[in-house]
Antibody
């Protein structure tokens, strides 16, 4: 059974940093591109970042470029999101999602349950 | 303002058919990129409903179907059931922005 379990979400002050983790199991982790998607309270889904199977290729939404860094450890089946210079606009539920299909036609067949990041003074 | 435009809400009575539109532009849907659909029940993570414009993952009832034409796509739900009450999101790729989602549509079963 495919499982994605996010962790690391906490309350953090504006300007602070945080690292989210996503533990993957039930599939061959290093066969797939992985993504982070977030959802602000009461709002829609926003794609944040992706990383290809071996970590050589990454991409970011303009809203987080230069502040967030995606990475993965295929030996441990973990996906990470390092978040720096956080603002209140980053307050959201952060999901990791398993990608399927080619880069420009990718979809998400499995999602984690999400981890909540709250940026507040 | 989402790159893909969806109606904020739709509604229908049990047993009826409803459709949810997803309108894009020449840099995303109109450029030929696939459209995918997700269902998000209250308090839960999104669930894949349709991929590749019209394909259903195993386990998704055939009451759900997807289509795409030009710069738009649609999700149709037939035989509406109370359990279908949820938020629905379309997703595609934009040549200027990468992965993009619609703003979401809240389906109410009357």
């Amino acid at each position: 059974e495919v499982q994605l379990v996010e962790s690391g979400g906490v309350v953090v002050q504006p300007g602070g940093s945080l690292r989210l983790s996503c533990a993957a199991s039930g599939f061959t982790f290093d066969d797939y591109t992985m993504h982070w998607v977030r959802q602000a309270p009461g709002k829609g889904l926003e794609w944040i970042s992706l990383i290809n199977w071996d970590g050589d290729s990454t991409s970011y939404a303009d809203s987080v470029k230069g502040r967030f860094t995606i990475s993965r450890d295929n030996s441990k089946n973990f996906l990470y999101l390092q978040m720096n210079s956080l603002t209140t606009d980053d307050t959201a539920l952060y999901y990791c999602a398993k990608g399927r299909g080619a880069y420009s036609s990718a979809w998400y067949d499995y999602w984690g349950q999400g981890t909540l990041v709250t940026v507040s003074a | 303002q989402s790159v893909l435009t969806q109606p904020p809400s739709v509604s229908g009575a049990p047993g009826q058919r409803v459709t949810i539109s997803c309108t894009g532009s020449s840099s995303n849907i109109g450029a030929g990129y696939d459209v995918h659909w997700y269902q998000q029940l209250p308090g839960t993570a999104p669930k894949l409903l349709i991929y590749g414009n019209s394909d259903r993952p195993s386990g998704v009832p055939d009451r759900f179907s997807g289509s795409k034409s030009g710069t738009s796509a649609s999700l149709a739900i037939t035989g509406l059931q109370a359990e279908d009450e949820a938020d629905y999101y379309c997703q595609s790729y934009d040549s200027n922005l990468s992965v993009v989602f619609g703003g979401g549509t809240k389906l109410t079963v009357l």
